[in-house]
């Protein structure tokens, strides 16, 4: 089982960026996912959970508004889009799978993890 997570990089402050995280090893379709950040230390975050079919989605109040999480099961593939990025939302940010299939905003639930890839907003 693995998730890959892509897509970060540096960014200026109020631009954009897009992850994505492929599943392999593993029907992603059925797995809720979620997206969690870790900034230097501070402790994992909560970002964004998407149920199986993508009708149930939550969001870490500090993002609402401004990133938005997608999937296409076709693809093996969760996504999130991040808006108005702002040097708070430096962090390593990890995608995770949760075979239980509801969308949580906790991490302990979420059974498998990708790697991380590094977003730095720069101001």
């Known amino acids: 089982v693995q998730l890959q997570a892509s897509g970060g990089g540096l960014v200026q402050a109020g631009g954009s960026l897009s992850l994505s995280c492929v599943g392999s090893?593993?029907?992603?379709?059925?797995?809720?996912m979620g997206w969690f950040r870790q900034a230097p230390g501070k402790e994992r975050e909560f970002v964004a959970a998407?149920?199986?079919?993508?009708?149930?989605?939550y969001y870490g109040n500090s993002v609402k508004g401004r990133f938005t999480i997608s999937r296409d099961n076709a693809k093996n593939t969760a996504y999130l889009a991040m808006n108005s990025l702002q040097p708070v939302d430096t962090a390593v940010y990890y995608c995770?799978?949760?075979?239980?299939?509801?969308?949580?905003?906790?991490?302990?639930?979420?059974?498998?993890w990708g790697q991380g890839t590094q977003v730095t907003v720069s101001s």
């Open positions: 998407i149920s199986r079919s993508g009708g149930t989605i």
């Open positions: 995770a799978a949760n075979e239980r299939s509801y969308p949580s905003t906790n991490p302990t639930t979420y059974d498998y």
């Open positions: 090893g593993f029907t992603l379709s059925n797995s809720a």
